[in-house]
Every structure is written in C-alpha cells, then in structure tokens.
C-alpha cells in the first residue's frame, strides 16, 4: 500500500480573504475552489512550483473551531515553507508584507527565518543544506 498526507487543513475565518493572503502576499496558487454549497467550499492552495502539498482552507463554523483560528499548533511553528532560494522568497515575502518574528539565521541544517500567516499560525521559510532535502 502507498501512502501520502494529502493535505493539511488550516482554520480560517473567511475563504475568499485567506485566498487573497495565500496567494497574493505568499504566491501559492489557487488549486481549486469549489461551492458544496450552504455556504461551505473545498479551496485549495499550494506553493506554485509543487501541487502535490496542499493546504485546504477550511472555514471555520463554529466557536469552538474559531478559537483555534491562527494558533492551531499551541503556538510552535506550525508549517515549514522549503524553497531553493531563500534570499529571493524572503525579500519578495517583505515586500509583500508578510510579518517575520525574527531575523533570518544560519542553523546546522541551513537557513530559516519564522514568519506568522495573516491569522498568526507560525510557519518557518527555510533552504536546507546540500546535505538535506
């Protein structure tokens, strides 16, 4: 048997203001947005260069799920965003005015900096070693 994580829901107030921040300030792209109607839809977002991680943005429905808007790690950082070229993902993240808890930083594995998402879920940006996927 093969088997994958096929995506990862992130609790969001609202679908169509989360799809403006995912794809405008972080350059994902839209995958799919679909009406299941009463109001609820199956939106998908993913990095530009790699559809098979997906993010599902679910809405939240009620307060118990609301409370969890933006801080659905306990605080930790929560998702980690790979890319091959760190200084050019991080200026172009700035610009788009994406909020960094920290400056960027050398680690044994490579370079990361931690960034929060327009809700406050900590995600780190970050370019492995060589010696790393």
């Known amino acids: ?6 995506f990862t829901a992130i609790i969001v107030p609202d679908y169509d203001e989360a799809i403006k921040y995912y794809t405008e300030k972080l350059n994902f792209k839209l995958i799919e947005d679909t009406d299941l109607g009463n109001g609820k839809r199956w939106v998908l977002v993913s990095p ?3 559809d098979s991680s997906c993010l599902l943005l679910a809405r939240a429905v009620n307060s118990d799920q ?3 808007i933006g801080n659905q790690s306990g605080g930790r950082v929560f998702l980690f965003l790979q ?3 760190f200084w050019k993902d991080y200026q172009e993240m700035k610009v788009n005015g994406v ?4 400056s960027p ?3 044994s594995y490579g370079l990361v900096v931690v960034f929060q998402d327009l809700y ?3 995600w ?3 370019q492995f070693s060589n010696n790393k996927n």
């Open 66 to 68: 609301e409370f969890f």
């Open 1 to 6: 048997m093969s088997q994958r994580i096929a």
């Open 124 to 126: 780190d940006l970050l």
């Open 99 to 102: 909020i960094f808890l920290e």
């Open 83 to 85: 890319t091959t070229d």
């Open 120 to 122: 406050g879920n900590k």
């Open 105 to 107: 930083r050398i680690e």
């Open 48 to 50: 530009r260069s790699d």
